[in-house]
């Protein structure tokens, strides 16, 4: 309402769209690095994570936050439906 009584237009889409959540693709790039890694108990799965989470280069983030802007517009372009990303 409040959008609507400012004549602010809105897409709708999903409000946790995977197109827009970088955190997604960090999960996907984490699982990556996990693969085929075995634990025993939970503390030896935290520190597999831990050691996978801090081996992602900064790299991996810094070119995922700069596609945010192509990934907003193939967002908007698709009127909300899924993209590519």
């Known amino acids: 309402n409040w959008f609507r009584r400012r004549r602010v237009d809105l897409i709708e ?3 946790q769209s995977p197109d827009l959540n970088p955190i997604e693709h ?3 790039e984490l ?3 996990l693969k085929g890694g075995r634990a025993s108990n ?4 935290f520190a597999q994570l831990e050691a996978a989470w801090k081996s992602i280069p ?3 983030v810094q070119t995922l936050l ?4 192509r990934r907003c517009q193939a967002v908007i372009d698709a009127k909300g439906y899924p993209t590519k990303y």
Do not use: H, L
């Not at 939970?42 to 799965?45: F, Y």
């Open 13 to 15: 889409w999903p409000s």
């Open 26 to 28: 960090m999960w996907e």
């Open 31 to 33: 699982e990556r690095r």
């Open 42 to 45: 939970a503390n030896q799965k």
């Open 58 to 60: 900064m790299t991996v």
């Open 66 to 69: 700069d596609s945010m802007p």
